[in-house]
């Protein structure tokens, strides 16, 4: 039973966010008329799997305490090189795709030799090598263009018995076999403690510069995966980079909504991708109730304030001032 | 002498000797980079900058950041080009101050909702840049308000006056003088040290540190709102998104500087050889006639290699 209890506890944000994305979505189902409703799921997927894996490159720098403002611009980079390498003959493609992860993977290494060896604040790091990730972007696509394998484009963001979005399927897949493991991994492990108490998880022997370095790789690899999904749904590269700077935000907003706290320590990418969800639902519902464009921006942030002040009830339950600090 | 360099902080003197270090390399590039004309021109654009520093040191100075600048400055350049189509001649007068007051209240709210609700910083003030956006959004569709600068905002951005220093750079001294009056001679400049060490031994030591709190964030967006004002000024116009190029290089600016990005370490020195340090830097890599996607990566590279010179954290030791 306290077992139950504390995982109740310690999920809460998780939990919520599930709940408040099937409230919303649901409302947007209902309210959705349509002769095809396996078709409106599939392009909700689509764009919310993109914010998803974002949000899970967010959220592994967050639980270690740290922040990674470049995950949206190591996205906008990706996208660019698929869109240059992701074409020709089978060989090719899948030397392009696993080329595209390693960039990404590389771009989280460059990101965690500076944090780990080079002890900079990952808040201000990152925010410097994003402009080298979107400049990378920029020689590779000064304009937007390139092209996608389309068999594998039309796939990934397709549909499997005609039902479930492929996309979908690929998030639970990477939940499972990178994400899973990498939670029940020493570095895993590690990525927490360092998060929740650094200084006591080195005393107790703790490879923190590893498990932080392993953070920053894992988020570029994440964020890598999101600009190959983003060249399978557009055909394009692109290096925008307010596009970038966007992603970038709404990753920590979700991270947030999602439950895991930017104080470091706890949470996970599942809460964040419900996040993610939830965001993107958000955008899809005033689409629904015919809400006038020029308030849809305000409507937006409106919401986005509402639901990062629901962390707040915390404060209403504190006994002692002095807890506020900790 | 001694005692001068003492007084000063390594960081910033770094800062000061990085500054050196790009005049000699742009003067190597181009004749012109060391003409009076040229670095008043410069000494102009870093006001904008150095404005929107100063509110942003605060914020860091207590360990916070504030994200929604870009559309405060917004706000601010918005506000204050309305005023004139809203109340005609009075409003025109009034422009300056009403756009800082807009900013205040954005700001003023930032402070509260941390404040208060204990919302970290980061997400708050994210949540209202959007809420600032989407006003702004409503305000230019609906109603076609006013976007052209009074001829006040224009002289005081663009003119110079006194031996062809530019108004712009005396307002940044004005802020400045203020700010380093504030954080060395008056308790409030005390209690925002003291809050960025240890908020909670802060408050047990009697300090309101909620106010604290608040006020920084309330000057940090009265002070982006002035700078939109300068920016709606100097551009003879407002319009959305016009503070977005801001946030990186401020927050940047002021880290450079060597003001500790977890608070309670800075000086205001730091943060003018900051801005004028990005500011240099930029308008290098805009003299070069670089590709965009060159300047970008030697942005990015630069900040890092100045940081990685003076602004390493400690080592963990249990």
């Known amino acids: 039973m306290t077992g139950l209890r504390l995982w109740l506890a310690r999920s809460y944000g998780l939990l919520l966010s599930i709940v408040v994305f099937i409230v919303m979505f649901a409302l947007y189902f209902g309210n959705f008329s349509t002769d095809d409703p396996a078709a409106v799921i599939l392009s909700a997927a689509n764009t919310g799997v993109l914010l998803a894996l974002v949000a899970m490159a967010q959220t592994v720098p967050v639980l270690t305490a740290g922040l990674d403002l470049s995950v949206g611009m190591i996205f906008i980079m990706t996208n660019c090189i698929a869109s240059a390498l992701v074409v020709g003959t089978p060989l090719q493609v899948v030397a392009g795709t696993v080329a595209v992860i390693l960039s990404g993977c590389a771009a989280g290494f460059v990101n965690g030799a500076i944090v780990v060896w080079g002890r900079l604040q990952p808040i201000i790091a990152t925010l410097a090598t994003s402009a080298i990730y979107i400049g990378i972007a920029l020689l590779i696509r000064p304009v937007p263009g390139g092209d996608v394998d389309g068999d594998l484009a039309d796939f990934m963001t397709g549909q499997v018995f005609e039902v479930v979005p492929v996309g979908l399927i690929f998030l639970v897949v990477v939940v499972l076999f990178i994400w899973v493991p990498f939670r029940m991994s020493v570095l895993g492990r590690g990525c927490y403690a360092a998060g929740s108490a650094e200084g006591a998880a080195y005393m107790s022997g703790v490879d923190i510069a590893r498990s932080k370095f392993a953070a920053y790789v894992l988020s570029g690899l994440f964020a890598g995966l999101a600009g190959l999904m983003q060249t399978f749904n557009t055909y394009t590269g692109e290096a925008s980079a307010p596009s970038g700077g966007l992603y970038t935000l709404n990753s920590i907003a979700a991270v947030v909504i999602g439950g895991t706290s930017l104080f470091g320590g706890s949470g996970g990418v599942v809460g964040s991708i419900f996040g993610a969800f939830v965001l993107r639902t958000i955008v899809s519902l005033l689409f629904v109730f015919d809400m006038p464009p020029l308030w849809q921006p305000l409507f937006q942030g409106v919401v986005l304030l509402l639901a990062v002040s629901l962390g707040a009830a915390r404060v209403l339950r504190i006994r002692n001032r002095l807890e506020l600090f900790s | ?318």
């Open chain 2, 1 to 318: 002498m001694q005692a001068i360099l003492k007084s000063v902080d390594r960081p910033v003197l770094i800062a000061f000797g990085f500054i050196i270090v790009l005049l000699l390399a742009g003067s190597l590039y181009s004749q012109n980079f060391l003409s009076p004309e040229y670095l008043l021109q410069q000494l102009k654009i870093a006001s904008f900058l150095g404005i929107i520093a100063s509110g942003a040191m605060l914020v860091i100075l207590l360990g916070h950041i504030d994200l929604s600048i870009p559309w405060v400055v917004t706000v601010g350049g918005m506000m204050s080009t309305a005023a004139g189509g809203w109340w005609g001649p009075t409003g025109e007068a009034l422009a300056l101050p009403f756009g800082m007051a807009c900013g205040l209240v954005f700001g003023l709210v930032n402070g509260l909702g941390i404040a208060y609700l204990r919302i970290p910083s980061m997400i708050f003030t994210l949540g209202i840049n959007a809420v600032a956006q989407g006003l702004m959004v409503l305000h230019t569709g609906g109603f076609a308000p006013q976007d052209h600068a009074t001829q006040f905002m224009h002289w005081l951005a663009v003119e110079s006056t006194v031996f062809g220093i530019p108004n712009a750079a005396f307002v940044w001294l004005i802020v400045g003088i203020l700010i380093v009056f504030m954080l060395r001679r008056t308790p409030l400049g005390r209690y925002i040290y003291a809050f960025g060490n240890r908020e909670s031994a802060t408050y047990l030591s009697g300090v309101n540190t909620r106010a604290v709190l608040i006020a920084c964030f309330a000057l940090s967006g009265m002070l982006s709102a002035m700078a939109g004002v300068l920016l709606a000024g100097y551009s003879n116009k407002s319009f959305q998104a016009m503070g977005d190029p801001y946030l990186l290089p401020a927050i940047a600016a002021v880290v450079l500087g060597g003001t500790n990005i977890l608070g309670g370490r800075g000086t205001y020195l730091g943060t003018v050889a900051g801005v004028i340090l990005i500011v240099l830097l930029q308008s290098i890599l805009a003299v070069m006639q670089m590709q965009e996607a060159f300047r970008q990566m030697i942005y990015g590279v630069v900040i890092v290699a100045m940081l990685l010179v003076y602004g390493r954290g400690a080592k963990v030791h249990g």
